[in-house]
Every structure is written in C-alpha cells, then in structure tokens.
C-alpha cells in the first residue's frame, strides 16, 4: 500500500496551496465555512480509491433528518471515525446521491478540535475544505497543567464558550451538526480511542433528533505518526445511517438503563450506549459489505 503523501502528493501539495484556513483560532473565527477551492480535491482522491459498489445505506433517514432540521429542529448525526477522509469521503458520496444528496451534504457542520487548524498544514487543508465549527476539545485541555499553562486554558475557554454561542445560532438554521462521538480517529493499537467522549451527553441534552452513521471499508489506514504516513489503499466505503430519534427519548432511555444496572455516571453511560449502537451497526453493515465485495 502506498502512504498518503505518495499516492496524492500533487492533490496534496495543490491543497495547501490553495486553503486559506485560518491557523489561529480565536473567539472571533470558530465557525468556519468550508473552501470550496479545496473540496474538489479532496472529491479526487476519493474517487480515485473508492471502488464501485461504495455509498450509503439508509439514505432515507439523512433525508429524514435534513427535512426536520429544515423546519427549524435541531439536529445531530453522530458517525464513526476512523481516518482524516471520513468527511471528505460521506460529502463525496452523498453528492452522488439523488436529490437530496448535496442538500444534505452543504448542511454538514462539523464539530472539529482546535488542533486541526493548527498543528499540520495539510491537515488544516483537509480540514478546512469542509464547513466546522472548532473547539477545544476535553482531550486536549487534560494535557494541560494548570500553572504553567494558564493563559492556554483561559484561551480554551475563551474558544468554547464562542463555539457554544455560535453553536445555539446555527443549530436551528438548517445545519446538521456531525460529531465524532469518540473525539478522535480510531487507532487500533489503542481501544480507548473507540470510547465516546462524555461531554456528549450535553450535545443531546440540547438537541431536538439525532442520527447515527456507520463507517465500514477503509480508504485511509491510520498508523502512528503523521497523516502523510497512513496508508491509502483502493476499497468499498460504505456509509449506513441508522433512523432518526428524538434525543430526550434516547437520552431518558440510556440513563434509566444505567440507573437500573447501577451505574452512577449517567453521562458517560449515554455515550457508552451511542458507541454500543455504532458498534451494531458497523458489524452488521461488515456482512453486507463482504457480500458487496464477494460478488
């Protein structure tokens, strides 16, 4: 298999160049629309490794969720996350789609940490092809000692309680909001990484409905280091959605079934239960994708 940086070095070379992401965050620039300069290359390198009989399932349902967050609800989809194309990747799909595909495509608004615009110019340029909204994320901040890097945290919370405002803004303007629900790619080397993060339980909270996504087949195998070193490989990427839900009742459900089994953190079980159905979901929409693969 070739490395990314390999494989598309001309893509990825032209992508830089072209983005004009923002590489300091402040409390003035949290939402951040996409680069349409930059998308179409990112649209390339998809299409160049995604082999026929790659899409989406349950289309219906991201119809569904669009229709509601259309008349005013808030609304959230919650997908796997297992390389840097993931977005990339569902966008690409979903314009090949039929109507409502790109609708629900150009509504994306994804949650996504500060690193990614700061750290590494090419993962800003991945990242600032596509419509986010950035925060500060709780893995971050636990790296963080509160003397030595005070005006850091007195930054980080200057930056999420500006993402939150624009985040009350938006949610109710037609956007669906994309979370990672476990904050970070999945490394196989490292199990924690598929633990959904706790403060999710306060997106739902404040959410109207909510739809989760499975991610199976792999574009971009992550592996330790840089981005530019993950392997690409040529693959079937399905993308399943499950049915939209109301968020309370999820939400009631998942914390009355943690009460029950005496768990004390209601919050994290509520994640717990999102990652548990991803898990459902990933492995069931695996069979069908082998027999895509067989065939």
Known sequence: ?????????????????RSKIDSVVTEQNVYQ??????????????????LPGSGISGFEHLKDLLEKANAGHSCLLFVEHYSNMDLSALHYL???EPDPGKDI?????????IKLNEENPVVAAFTGAHTRLVIYPS??????DPVKDRAEIVRS???????????????????????????????PWDPSTKKGVREIDSYIKSFDYMCMVAINGELLHVRPGD??????EEDVIRYTAGPVQSCTEFRSAARLKAEAAGIE??????????????????IAAEAERQKLLSS
């Open 227 to 232: 981005m530019m070193d993950d392997f690409v």
């Open 157 to 187: 919370n200057s930056i999420n309680r500006a993402a939150m405002k624009s985040l009350m803004d938006i949610k109710v303007k037609g956007k669906l909001i994309l979370v990672f629900p476990s904050g970070t790619r999945y490394r």
């Open 94 to 96: 979903l314009g090949k």
């Open 139 to 144: 893995r971050s901040l636990s790296h963080l």
């Open 33 to 50: 629309e996409g680069d349409e300069n930059v998308l179409p290359l990112l649209h390339k390198m998809v299409e160049t490794v995604a």
């Open 1 to 17: 298999m070739e490395t990314l940086s390999g494989k598309f070095k001309d893509l990825i070379q032209d992508a830089v160049g």
């Open 105 to 113: 495509a150009n509504a994306l608004v994804a949650i996504a940490g």
């Open 265 to 282: 953190d209601k919050k994290q079980a509520v994640v717990d239960t999102i990652m548990e159905r991803l898990e459902e979901m990933h």
